[in-house]
């Protein structure tokens, strides 16, 4: 999919409702973009979908700095008020800028050979004719 050149007003909106005046409601950030208080965010929001994606991705990423410096501050200070929430309120915001835990699996084997079980093979079935 090509990326479209948004318009001064797209571009207004998207910058608006990342701001702290609006933060994130789409429709204080359509009447700070300048559109008309009559036409409809829902309409503004599908039509400009992929690039509000690749905004929140940036916003969450600019946060997550902060995330990890609070996340850090926890071994500073285990016992300060709401440290619960605030471990998981950093962590998902660190797994959604993509800076997920991962798990590393590790494989080796002695000589790369794989060997596969004996196959069980069923036996057919007799014919009724031959018992005859």
Same mark, same amino acid.
């Given at each position: 999919?090509?990326?479209?050149?948004?318009?001064?007003?797209?571009?207004?909106?998207?910058?608006?409702?990342?701001?702290?005046?609006?933060?994130?409601? $789409?429709? *204080? /950030?359509?009447?700070?973009?300048?559109?008309?208080?009559?036409? +409809? !965010?829902?309409?503004? =929001? %599908?039509? #400009?979908?992929?690039?509000?994606?690749?905004?929140?991705?940036?916003?969450?990423?600019?946060? $997550?700095? *902060? /995330?990890?410096?609070?996340?850090?501050?926890?071994?500073?200070? +285990? !016992?300060?008020?709401? =440290? %619960?929430? #605030?471990?998981?309120?950093?962590?998902?915001?660190?797994?959604?800028?993509?800076?997920?835990?991962?798990? *590393?699996?590790?494989?080796?084997?002695?000589?790369?050979?794989?060997?596969?079980?004996?196959?069980? =093979?069923?036996?057919?079935?007799?014919?009724?004719?031959?018992?005859?």
């Amino acid at each position: 999919m090509e990326k479209r050149e948004l318009n001064e007003r797209e571009k207004a909106f998207i910058e608006a409702l990342f701001s702290d005046e609006a933060a994130g409601d $789409a429709r *204080k /950030a359509k009447e700070i973009a300048g559109y008309s208080p009559t036409y +409809p !965010a829902s309409v503004l =929001v %599908k039509r #400009l979908e992929s690039e509000i994606i690749a905004a929140t991705k940036q916003f969450f990423s600019e946060k $997550a700095p *902060k /995330a990890a410096w609070k996340l850090a501050g926890v071994l500073d200070d +285990p !016992a300060q008020i709401g =440290v %619960k929430e #605030l471990v998981n309120a950093s962590k998902d915001l660190l797994d959604r800028a993509g800076l997920a835990k991962t798990e *590393k699996v590790e494989l080796s084997t002695e000589n790369g050979l794989f060997i596969l079980p004996a196959k069980v =093979v069923s036996p057919e079935p007799e014919d009724e004719d031959e018992e005859a």
